[in-house]
């Protein structure tokens, strides 16, 4: 993390000189990029080979974030990042992945919703699972076969 903030700080320093000499607006935007993180690696990869640890991956994880691969609850993640918005100075996200929907307990995404405002999290997101029947279209999590037509070509 004293790594990250000197970084970040760096980042958000360069800017603000940038900006003074050019006289033009530049930012640091903290988001995910998958297009970007994707392509990144491949790069990466062309150049320096697989590294474990840093290239072993499909995709780079982007930003400020916890590498999604990593097994962290919702509260730990927002603590993390939260350490790290401020060094923005163009906007930033911070997500959380749930491994269920939460239709049927409102009051838990209302407590990490609050919990995302508490640390001050500036742009916050939930991604829930979503599966779709490709027969009848219905969407919903409900894995290996459709609750309205019975179909198992789920997506």
């Not at 150049?47 to 590498?67: C, L, M, R, W």
Request: a negative charge; one cysteine or more.
């Amino acid at each position: 993390m004293e790594l990250a903030k000197k970084i970040e700080g760096l980042f958000k320093q360069r800017c603000a000189e940038f900006k003074e000499e050019y006289k033009l607006n530049f930012g640091v935007y903290y988001t995910p990029a998958e297009n970007l993180c994707y392509t990144a690696m491949q790069k990466f990869k062309e150049k320096y080979g697989i590294i474990p640890n840093v290239s072993d991956k499909e995709f780079f994880t982007n930003s400020i974030h916890v590498p999604v691969w990593k097994k962290i609850s919702p509260f730990d993640k927002i603590d993390i990042e939260s350490q790290l918005t401020g060094y923005s100075s163009a906007g930033c996200i911070t997500y959380v992945e749930l491994d269920s929907t939460v239709k049927h307990n409102i009051d838990a995404l209302e407590q990490i919703v609050n919990y995302a405002m508490d640390k001050d999290i500036p742009y916050f997101a939930v991604n829930v699972p979503n599966d779709t029947c490709l027969d009848c279209g219905y969407c919903d999590e409900f894995n290996n076969k459709c609750p309205e037509c019975g179909s198992t070509h789920i997506q």
